[in-house]
């Protein structure tokens, strides 16, 4: 059973709008969580990392929030342009070793 | 760009074969990993690679198997590969044994028939 859930698993969005997506975890110990942007075919660009004891990290219109108690982050999308569609990945790394666990991520859409 | 490279960007393979995959870290990085992701799916760790040692590793068969160069270049190999081989291959490269952030290479897309 993957350690790193996500939801939804597809969205589709209108130009402007905002949205948020859902990442769950069960990885333990933890050691940070990361949020990615891949486009199709190509490899996954960095958005944040957060450490456990961060709640949140923005980068532009990207805004993670973590809850460590309850071992949930969202990513929240602000006035989404046609450039974001692509696939958003969150990632856990356990503590202990360098095991970085994948969720498997959500396919956005945003039309015009 | 991450500068970040890997080579080839495709190829095509038979059951049975074996494969080799390349990739050439950022500058000043010491960390290379790889990771499989198959289609519709989120990468999956395989390895990681620190100042040429293995220094973790996923749920992979010992058929998977690295490489480290001083450069801090690095291989991936795949001997006896099965078709639930074929995948997007993918390396980041890292400083601090991948604490910090990755930065990812394009990919190589292998397909096994």
């Known amino acids: 059973k993957n350690q790193v859930e996500q939801s939804p698993q597809s969205l589709i969005i209108l130009e402007g709008k905002n949205c948020t997506l859902q ?12 949020w990615y942007k891949q486009d199709t075919g190509r490899g996954p660009v960095s958005l944040t990392i957060m450490t456990f004891s961060e709640n949140t990290k ?3 219109r990207y805004t993670a929030t973590l809850d460590a108690d309850t071992k949930q982050s969202s990513l929240h999308i602000t006035a989404s342009q046609l450039s974001d569609s692509a696939s958003y990945i969150c990632v856990v790394s356990e503590m202990n070793n360098n095991d970085m666990r994948f969720g498997a991520g959500t396919r956005l859409t945003v039309k015009p | 760009e991450t500068g970040v490279t890997q080579s080839p960007t495709h190829l095509i393979k038979t059951r049975g074969q074996q494969v080799t995959l390349r990739c050439s870290s950022q500058s000043g990085h010491n960390t290379v990993s790889w990771y499989q992701q198959a289609l519709g799916q989120g990468p999956q760790f395989i390895f990681q690679y620190y100042r040429e ?20 270049s690095s291989e991936l190999n795949v001997n006896a590969l099965e078709l639930d081989d074929s995948a997007l291959y993918l390396c980041a ?21």
């Open chain 1, 23 to 34: 990442c769950n975890y069960t990885v333990s110990p933890f050691s940070n969580l990361r």
């Open chain 1, 58 to 60: 923005s980068n532009g």
């Open chain 2, 93 to 113: 490269s890292s400083g601090d044994r991948g604490r910090g952030e990755q930065f990812f290479g394009p990919g190589t897309r292998l397909t096994v028939l």
């Open chain 2, 53 to 72: 040692e293995e220094n973790g590793r996923g749920n992979f068969p010992p058929r998977f198997s690295g490489l480290q160069f001083p450069n801090y």
